[in-house]
């Protein structure tokens, strides 16, 4: 055991800022602000937002959006702790001082990324608390799910990732219940609609895990981390991309048809050709197809959302 805390091998420089933004993955975060909105947005085609107090409403919105962001935060980081054997190890094998923690001797770095991690689920917790006081208790169950399947993505004992479960994974905790977490917050009760009027992009989450799964094939297959695409092989991946890309714009029809979107969400259609790329890219293991899925996220998220406000 070492004596000194690892704090103090800490060094508070530019590139310490620049590598902990890296790994808490700022540019995913597009995820969680995307789901919270779309929860907002599908309780306000029911009525139940800014009908009274406005300046509470937006309250409650960014006291959801920065809960969903922080959740996301921790979940990155703790996954890029679980991973540092992996991602450093070039980083790692330089001589650096090493500290026995949770069963292994890791850099500061990785210690400073765990504990950056736990503190993010500890805004979440706190955030989620103040929420159930001004709504309903029916949140804690969304909260604890959350809590739990965040760190169990890549948190061992669990790791979810190693299973081949981190897409399925992703997909329910960044979309459905993260969708319905946000709709609780104003219906104070269960309901499918969100769920179901949220799918359109939900669906895009797994797309996106999919994308960094089918570009990390060969890493993840060497380290023996078994992830959907290394279980079942690159093809079926592919396939399930494609699948869920066409389900994707299939639903935005259905709902418009339907009446459950208006009809100006027709208008994600025109980023069809960036899904093609993204596509084309996730296909060819490409390094392009995560920054490019993630765009198509991005885009056809912010039509879809923005015009459920007309």
């Known amino acids: 055991m070492y004596k000194k805390t690892f704090l103090k091998d800490i060094k508070l420089n530019t590139n310490l800022f620049k590598d902990l933004w890296w790994a808490s993955r700022p540019l995913s975060l597009t995820l969680a602000v995307y789901s919270t909105t779309l929860g907002a947005a599908a309780a306000y085609r029911q009525n139940l937002i800014f009908q009274n107090d406005y300046l509470f409403d937006f309250y409650l919105i960014l006291l959801i ?63 989620g608390i103040h929420l159930v006081y001004l709504t309903t208790a029916k949140l804690l169950i969304v909260g604890i799910l959350g809590l739990i399947g965040g760190y169990s993505y890549t948190g061992e004992p669990i790791v979810y990732k190693k299973r081949g479960l981190g897409t399925v994974l992703s997909f329910i905790l960044m979309g459905p219940l993260m969708v319905f977490g946000s709709y609780l917050v104003f219906s104070r009760s269960f309901s499918w609609y969100p769920v179901i009027i949220g799918m359109p992009l939900s669906l895009m989450i797994p797309m996106l895990m999919l994308s960094n799964e089918l570009r990390d094939y060969r890493r993840d297959k060497k380290w023996g981390i078994r992830t959907m695409t290394v279980r079942f092989g690159y093809r079926f991946s592919k396939n399930i991309f494609l699948f869920l890309l066409i389900l994707s714009y299939l639903l935005v029809i259905i709902y418009t048809a339907l009446g459950l979107l208006p009809v100006y969400s027709l208008l994600t259609f025109f980023t069809l050709p960036l899904a093609v790329k993204a596509f084309k890219s996730a296909a060819e293991k490409s390094r392009e197809g995560v920054p490019i899925t993630n765009k198509l996220h991005l885009i056809f998220g912010l039509i879809l959302i923005v015009t459920m406000f007309f």
């Open 65 to 127: 959006t920065t809960a969903g962001i922080a959740v996301q935060t921790a979940t990155n980081l703790i996954n890029d702790f679980f991973e540092c054997e992996i991602k450093y190890v070039k980083y790692n094998s330089q001589g650096e001082k090493k500290y026995y923690f949770l069963g292994k001797y890791r850099s500061a770095f990785d210690v400073l990324v765990f504990y950056l991690g736990i503190f993010c689920f500890l805004i979440t917790a706190f955030i």
